[in-house]
């Protein structure tokens, strides 16, 4: 299953369970995962692409050692909401996830990778330290909205 809505995307995972977070590049992907109550979301690392199937073998390894319940993919939409140049391609590989059997949450991503840079500079992280790290951090970024938007909704039925 995958869905951009929060309130089916909650009807689709077992009471709890960890969340990954997916920031999905060209060139890295960032990920993060969540605890099993879904109170705080934390960078894991950067995973530099190979070949997708290489991509979801490491993605299904890390699904299997931490037993993820579900998934939350960043969807890089412009600023007026619309599709981005991008926005087919990480649709295609939120998609291609399937193999993993878990439920997938498209999420806005618009202003997470622009939110962690600010913070990573007001801490004085310097470019190099930035660039390592802004794609897992992103990836917090996205699935703590995601997970704090669970929360919001209330018990699930």
Known sequence: MITA??????????????????????KTIGLAIC??????????ETMRR???TQDLETLQRFVGKE????????????MDGS????????????RNLAPLGLPRLLWDERWSTQAVE?????????RARRAEK????????ILQGAIDALANLGPVE
Do not use: C, Y
């Open 50 to 52: 190979i070949k997708f």
């Open 67 to 78: 037993s993820v319940a579900g998934i939350v993919v960043g969807l890089p939409l412009n």
């Open 35 to 44: 605890d099993a109550g879904w109170h705080f979301a934390g960078p894991v």
């Open 134 to 141: 802004v794609d897992a951090l992103a990836a917090a970024h």
């Open 118 to 126: 600010r913070a990573m500079i007001a801490a004085d992280v310097s």
């Open 5 to 26: 809505e929060t309130a089916e995307f909650a009807l689709a995972l077992p009471n709890g369970g960890k969340l990954i977070g997916l920031d999905v590049g060209t």
């Open 83 to 94: 599709d981005s140049p991008r926005t087919q391609s990480v649709r295609a590989f939120a």
